[in-house]
């Protein structure tokens, strides 16, 4: 049984920062790419960042400068390290395991952690 287990949420000042956490179990983490989501009320979810299984990072534009994502695969975990946070970035934030192997296509998604952004 494969779980995503999404942790470090909660309410943080504008300019603060946050580590959130993500870690995987039931797959071979180190072959999967790795994705951080996030949606906000009445808003699409949106891809924030990814790390590859080669470790090549891609990042949503409102977030560069500000966001690193990292993975640790003797840990099966990886991490988006938010930093200089603004209230446009209050959202839940899911985890996302994503393979793809010929016609096949292997995801999974946590049950998300929610960030708020505020004074």
């Known amino acids: 049984q494969v779980q995503l287990v999404e942790s470090g949420g909660g309410l943080v000042q504008p300019g603060g920062s946050l580590r959130l956490s993500c870690a995987a179990s039931?797959?071979?983490?180190?072959?999967?790419?790795m994705g951080w989501y996030r949606q906000a009320p009445g808003k699409q979810r949106e891809l924030v960042a990814s790390?590859?299984?080669?470790?090549?990072?891609t990042y949503v534009d409102s977030v560069k400068g500000r966001f690193t994502i990292s993975r640790d695969n003797a840990k099966n975990t990886v991490y988006l390290q938010m930093n200089s946070l603004k209230p446009e970035d209050t959202a839940v934030y899911y985890c996302?395991?994503?393979?793809?192997?010929?016609?096949?296509?292997?995801?999974?998604w946590g049950q998300g952690t929610l960030v708020t952004v505020s004074e």
């Open positions: 996302n395991a994503d393979r793809v192997l010929g016609k096949a296509r292997f995801e999974y």
């Open positions: 039931g797959i071979i983490f180190s072959i999967y790419a």
């Open positions: 790390i590859t299984s080669r470790d090549t990072t």
